[in-house]
């Protein structure tokens, strides 16, 4: 029972070109949700985050759109770069608990080709 | 100066040995979790601990036990190995309902 979901395993794109990666969810009470970039050996580095009252959060060249209604939200990197070749775990979580429990997509991998 | 922090980075152990993960973060975090990343990618958590109090205890075996001697540590004691324990164990912390950090893993290897 999959409560993240990212549909696309693997997404190729052109240096200097748009990168959107795309996730659905399914728990209505998801109100926060972040982006997690994660390179080989290396654990997973916060990207940015939404939180439900907002449907779009900006950062240099990420930006993260929330669409509650459909239960979707995508990341947009602008322009991409090579570095930016790395697999995006997106995460959701529901409630104002201490040690709230994200819910990991199961992530897609991206590569920028130069 | 690493913010949260794995020992050892490799694990490789017999079935039915016991063994334990140590994790520390020096960023001054009040919430420390570990997860279990599986041979299919997923990211899930197994343990979240607030101010050494067990707040999350997902569907995990009690062979697995998270001890905190204090803030800043997390470690995670496994009992028995399994050979579906194999798999890559982060460690992470966060400020409350902050982002969280995560550690460079731990791969275990059970045989």
């Known amino acids: 029972d999959q409560q993240v979901k990212q549909n696309s395993p693997s997404l190729s794109v052109q240096e200097g070109r748009i990168s959107i990666l795309n996730c659905d969810y399914t728990?209505?009470?998801?109100?926060?949700f972040l982006w997690y970039k994660k390179y080989p050996a290396e654990g997973p580095t916060f990207l940015i985050s939404?939180?439900?009252?907002?449907d779009k959060n900006e950062d240099g060249r990420f930006t993260v759109f929330l669409n509650k209604s459909a239960k979707h939200l995508s990341l947009h990197i602008v322009p991409s770069q090579p570095g930016d070749s790395a697999v995006y775990f997106c995460?959701?979580?529901?409630?104002?608990?201490?040690?709230?429990?994200?819910?990991f997509g199961p992530g897609t991998r991206l590569s920028v080709l130069p | 100066d690493t913010a949260v922090s794995q020992t050892p980075k490799y694990l490789v152990t017999q079935m039915g040995n016991d063994k334990s993960i140590k994790c520390e973060q020096n960023l001054g975090h009040d919430t420390m979790y570990w997860y279990k990343q599986d041979s299919k990618k997923f990211l899930k958590i197994m343990f979240s601990?607030?101010?050494?109090?067990?707040?999350i205890n997902e569907t995990v075996p009690n062979r697995f036990s998270p001890k905190s001697p204090d803030k800043a540590h997390l470690n995670l004691h496994i009992n028995s190995l399994e050979l579906g324990d194999s798999a890559v164990y982060f460690c992470?912390?966060?400020?409350?309902?902050?982002?969280?950090?995560f550690g460079p893993g731990t791969r275990l290897t059970v045989l």
């Open positions: 992470a912390s966060s400020q409350g309902l902050s982002e969280q950090f």
């Open positions: 728990n209505s009470m998801f109100d926060y």
């Open positions: 939404i939180s439900s009252i907002k």
């Open positions: 601990y607030n101010n050494k109090e067990l707040i």
């Open positions: 995460a959701a979580s529901a409630g104002d608990n201490y040690g709230q429990n994200f819910v």
